[in-house]
């Protein structure tokens, strides 16, 4: 018998929709992942055995095979794990397949069963929405960030048997309430950096105050000791506060970083790269997913001190 899965791979800021399809049918044991899959997707199959087994399930001793669709496009990372297993289940008749349909999984199996939270949830949980899907099974520690997204039904699940208890129809489980942003205080403030510590320079604020209203770049000049840099620190201090889809841009942008979203930052991104910084780590490389200092700063400020202007 055939099913179908839907989840997610990320690269950089791309986050593409993988369809997981098992075939099972009569023949020797065997389990094949095809479909451009990397090492950690490859690896999936033992996951996948062993956390079916530990989960009570029967894991079909035939001829198994799982293909990621579309063919064309690399699969990265162990988020895939959660859907290859439903997939598997529902193949086997283990697990109805209805829901299976129209969710989003994305999750890594721990041999015991356990769903493993897997970096970019809230990219995934965007993704999903946007692919017309009409919920996200995800691990319970990144349900919260998932849950940022509107639109889109979020369950939290700690285990692939709560997984198959939701995909049949019950609920995920409970989640900790979600929280309420953040106060639009950005650390500059909470340091204390305010433009208005600034004596004086009468045109340097002004133009910052210009340059800060309309979006412009700004590029500050003079000797040493003159508070350039003072200045620059001090911009995100009159910048108003990320607006909710200018905040989930950022957040989307922390999230595919790795870095755990819990709630929405209505702080401005700051980012100030040392002088030595290299062109990848300014504007991305392959090994970042194309992320450098410029997406880091995306609705916020790029500060580069200590430029050098070459003639
Ligand atoms: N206009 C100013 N108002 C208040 N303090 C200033 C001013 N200009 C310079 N300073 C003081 O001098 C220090 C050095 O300034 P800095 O911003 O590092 O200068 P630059 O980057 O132009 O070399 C600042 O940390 C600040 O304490
Ligand atoms: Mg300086």
Same mark, same amino acid.
């Given at each position: 018998?055939?099913?179908?899965?839907?989840?997610?791979?990320?690269? @950089?800021?791309?986050?593409?929709?993988?369809?997981?399809?098992?075939?099972?049918?009569?023949?020797?044991?065997? $389990?094949?992942?095809?479909?451009?899959?990397?090492?950690?997707?490859?690896?999936?199959?033992?996951?996948?055995?062993?956390? =079916?087994?530990?989960?009570?399930?029967? $894991?079909?001793?035939?001829?198994?095979?799982?293909?990621?669709?579309?063919?064309?496009?690399?699969?990265?990372?162990?988020?895939?794990?959660?859907?290859?297993?439903?997939?598997?289940?529902?193949?086997?008749?283990?697990?109805?397949?209805?829901?299976?349909?129209?969710?989003?999984?994305?999750?890594?199996?721990?041999?015991?069963?356990?769903?493993?939270?897997?970096?970019?949830?809230?990219?995934?949980?965007?993704?999903?929405?946007?692919?017309?899907?009409?919920?996200?099974? =995800?691990?319970?520690?990144?349900?919260?960030?998932?849950?940022?997204?509107?639109?889109?039904?979020?369950? #939290?699940?700690?285990?692939?048997?709560?997984?198959?208890?939701?995909?049949?129809?019950?609920?995920?489980?409970?989640?900790?309430?979600?929280?309420?942003?953040?106060?639009?205080?950005?650390?500059?403030?909470?340091?204390?950096?305010?433009?208005?510590? &600034?004596?004086?320079? +009468?045109?340097?604020?002004?133009?910052?105050?210009?340059?800060?209203?309309? #979006?412009? *770049?700004?590029?500050?000049?003079?000797?040493?000791?003159?508070?350039?840099?003072?200045?620059?620190?001090?911009?995100?201090?009159?910048?108003?506060?990320?607006?909710?889809?200018?905040?989930?841009?950022?957040?989307?942008?922390?999230?595919?970083?790795?870095?755990?979203?819990? +709630?929405?930052?209505?702080? +401005?991104? $700051?980012?100030?790269?040392?002088?030595?910084?290299?062109?990848? @780590?300014?504007?991305?490389?392959?090994?970042?997913?194309?992320?450098?200092? &410029? &997406?880091?700063?995306? *609705?916020?400020?790029? $500060?580069?001190?200590? =430029?050098?202007?070459?003639?």
């Amino acid at each position: 018998m055939l099913a179908r899965a839907h989840t997610f791979t990320i690269e @950089g800021l791309e986050t593409t929709h993988v369809t997981v399809e098992v075939d099972i049918r009569p023949g020797l044991p065997a $389990f094949t992942i095809v479909g451009l899959a990397d090492a950690a997707v490859r690896e999936a199959r033992e996951r996948v055995r062993t956390a =079916i087994l530990n989960s009570g399930h029967e $894991f079909p001793a035939r001829r198994i095979t799982a293909n990621l669709a579309p063919g064309d496009v690399r699969k990265a990372g162990p988020g895939i794990d959660l859907a290859l297993a439903c997939a598997v289940l529902a193949a086997s008749r283990q697990l109805p397949s209805e829901r299976l349909g129209v969710s989003a999984l994305y999750g890594e199996l721990a041999l015991d069963g356990v769903v493993r939270p897997s970096w970019g949830a809230l990219a995934v949980a965007q993704a999903a929405r946007r692919a017309g899907l009409r919920c996200v099974l =995800i691990a319970r520690a990144s349900a919260r960030e998932a849950q940022l997204v509107d639109g889109i039904e979020v369950l #939290g699940v700690e285990r692939l048997t709560g997984a198959m208890r939701a995909l049949s129809g019950g609920p995920g489980d409970r989640l900790p309430a979600p929280r309420e942003c953040e106060a639009s205080r950005h650390p500059a403030d909470a340091s204390g950096a305010d433009l208005a510590d &600034v004596r004086g320079q +009468r045109h340097a604020v002004r133009s910052l105050v210009i340059a800060a209203a309309g #979006g412009h *770049n700004c590029l500050l000049s003079g000797p040493p000791g003159t508070g350039k840099t003072m200045l620059a620190q001090r911009i995100v201090s009159i910048l108003p506060p990320l607006t909710r889809s200018e905040a989930i841009e950022v957040a989307q942008i922390r999230s595919v970083m790795g870095e755990p979203v819990g +709630r929405l930052s209505r702080s +401005r991104p $700051f980012r100030a790269p040392h002088h030595s910084v290299t062109a990848a @780590g300014l504007i991305g490389g392959a090994r970042r997913g194309w992320i450098g200092e &410029v &997406v880091l700063a995306h *609705n916020g400020v790029l $500060f580069l001190d200590s =430029i050098r202007l070459s003639s």
